[in-house]
Nanobody, 123 residues
Framework: QLQASGGGLVQVGGSLRLSCAAS????????MGWFRQAPGKEREFVAG????????AYADSAKGRFTISRDNAKNTVSLQMHGLEPEDTATYYC??????????????????WGQGTLVTVSS
């Protein structure tokens, strides 16, 4: 089970830190990712991290502004976001999959999903 938190209302240029807490099986068994979905749009990949935390991947829109990290001892994955823009407004979801061999950006590759946390960037 995944529980995302940390969303909220922030002004343009602001920062937020999203967290995803995993319960049940230890998170180190899973490749983890963050996706987002804006109203009227498809869900899109934001960032991913491998089991050990040593490899990450980002969407072009997130590069240089967002950082994904994980703490396997605490079963958490975080997404630190800086320089937020109105286009970042969306519901953000954490996702996990036990069987992925590589980081993947397709949402259909992830079996487990959190409930989402809303990020609103106001101008």
């Amino acid at each position: 089970q995944l529980q995302a938190s940390g969303g909220g209302l922030v002004q343009v240029g602001g920062s937020l830190r999203l967290s995803c807490a995993a319960s049940g099986r230890t998170s180190r068994d899973y490749v983890m990712g963050w996706f987002r979905q804006a109203p009227g749009k498809e869900r899109e990949f934001v960032a991913g991290i491998n089991r050990g935390g040593g490899s990450t991947a980002y969407a072009d829109s997130a590069k240089g502004r967002f950082t994904i990290s994980r703490d396997n001892a605490k079963n958490t994955v975080s997404l630190q976001m800086h320089g937020l823009e109105p286009e970042d407004t969306a519901t953000y979801y954490c996702a996990a999959d036990r069987f992925l061999r590589n980081l993947r950006s397709d949402s259909s590759d992830y079996a487990y999903w959190g409930q989402g946390t809303l990020v609103t960037v106001s101008s």
